[in-house]
Structures are given as C-alpha cells and as structure tokens.
C-alpha cells in the first residue's frame, strides 16, 4: 500500500516497515487507515494483520467508528487506541492534563 493523503492533507493511508525482534529483519509492522470527520480524526485501523503489535501501532478494534472525541473548541479530548483522556487545556488550548488509565 502506498501513503495516501486526502486534498485537505490529512493522511487517509500509512505502510510502516521496521525491525522485528533482536535480529536484522525487516519486515511491515502497520497498514494503517485513517477516517475523518471533516479534519478531525475519528478512527484509525490497522489492516495488516500481524503479530508485530508491539513494534508499531496498537489497533484496539472494539471502539468501531469514534476512537477520538473533541471538545467544542476542536481539542482532542480522548484516544481511546491508547487508553488517553486529556483532562485540561490551558488559555493557548495547549494541552495541561493528560490521564492515562
């Protein structure tokens, strides 16, 4: 698969090689897609179907279509993927708080 981005520059698709184990493979550790409401990022799935989660990203699959949730100013809020409320934003909307459960 090949790196994809939509015309609003959000990346749609991601391929990532790396090293697995101790030794000098190589081999894919993700086959990411991403889906958007509008420019906010509402999901992301990996669609290879490896035993490198370790290595790359960590697809928990049973948040369906909402694995981000966004407060009313567009601040990411919740990343359910890694298990992530951010609690508090300051005055710059940068973020303060972040609780991992």
């Known amino acids: 698969m090949q790196n994809q981005y939509s015309l609003n520059g959000n990346i749609l698709s991601l391929s990532l090689s790396g090293k697995i184990g101790t030794g000098t493979n190589y081999d894919m550790i993700d086959e990411l897609t991403y889906g958007y409401n509008g420019n906010q990022l509402k999901k992301v799935d990996d669609i290879d179907d490896d035993n490198y989660q ?3 990203f960590s697809d928990n699959d049973s948040f369906g279509n909402n ?9 990411m809020i919740q990343d359910d993927n890694k298990d992530m409320d951010i609690t508090e934003y300051n005055y710059l909307n940068l973020q303060q708080q972040i609780t991992i459960k």
Do not use: M, S
């Not at 949730?69 to 567009?74: C, F, K, L, P, S």
């Open 54 to 56: 370790d290595n790359g």
């Open 67 to 75: 694995e981000y949730a966004y407060d009313a100013n567009g601040n």
